[in-house]
């Protein structure tokens, strides 16, 4: 069973963050340990609030993981300031310099609240994405980090080869913020860019599709798949587990991460 270690927020209505890439990661068949860097309080129709952890207590979350049962892939998510940034940047270099990992920019919640510091943007884009195997950013995510305007798959392209010049091994432009009938989520990778083409549903059931996305692709790549054939399994799950969404909720309502 491959381990797969997630550094992220928790969500207490259980859609996204920890809780969303716990059951992806189990039910996808790996291995999942944890690191959480915030709780919040949280619902479909929005966050109420944010509980921080303090740095320190998450550099010993991370290390008490690694020097015992160790990672085969690790996952970020919201990592919501600089100082815990550069906690999580120095507890990988110690304890995970040569484990692939995915980074998953989360900066908005769904419902508009900001989950990640204005500051703190360039300290992602300094500390970790040169260290990320992949980073998976929605369109306003890849706008922030490159300053590129995204209108088209082409100019996601654009922004992806901005940020692999930037450092990261590859880019996972998410297309769910364009408009269209079909999404089109663009992997940039090795002079190398992939289109990977899903329908658009029309329903509000959308809530941690980019954190579910990313714990599925690592833990794809944790399995040893390539990254290509773990980026198009993790987005056939993502688009099955919207077609199944249970309907919870007054919002944005959680995907259903058992529908297999």
Request: glycine residues 10%; negative net charge; contains cysteine.
């Amino acid at each position: 069973m491959k381990r797969i270690l997630i550094i992220a927020g928790s969500d207490s209505g259980g859609g996204a963050g920890i809780q969303a890439d716990i059951k992806t990661v189990t039910v996808l068949g790996g291995y999942a340990m944890t690191a959480i860097t915030a709780l919040t309080a949280q619902n479909t129709q929005g966050v109420q609030a944010v509980y921080p952890i303090p740095p320190d207590f998450i550099t010993q979350e991370i290390t008490s993981v690694m020097d015992d049962i160790g990672a085969d892939c690790i996952k970020t998510g919201m990592l919501h300031s600089t100082e815990v940034i550069e906690a999580v940047a120095d507890a990988l270099q110690a304890h995970a310099p040569d484990i692939p990992l995915v980074l998953d920019p989360v900066m908005i919640a769904k419902g508009g609240a900001p989950l990640l510091q204005p500051k703190a943007v360039e300290t992602l884009k300094r500390r970790l994405l040169p260290r990320a195997t992949l980073i998976t950013p929605n369109i306003p995510e890849a706008e922030l980090l490159t300053g590129l305007k995204i209108t088209d798959p082409d100019s996601a392209e654009e922004a992806g080869n901005v940020l692999c010049a930037m450092g990261a091994g590859a880019v996972l432009v998410k297309g769910g913020h364009l408009p269209g009938k079909k999404i089109t989520n663009t992997l940039v990778h090795r002079d190398n860019t992939q289109f990977f083409m899903t329908t658009r549903y029309e329903t509000p059931h959308t809530h941690g599709t980019g954190c579910t996305l990313a714990a599925a692709i690592a833990t794809g790549i944790a399995q040893q798949n390539t990254l290509e054939s773990a980026v198009e399994a993790a987005i056939a799950y993502v688009d099955g587990a919207i077609r199944h969404a249970p309907g919870l909720g007054h919002g944005h309502g959680p995907l259903n991460h058992n529908w297999r």
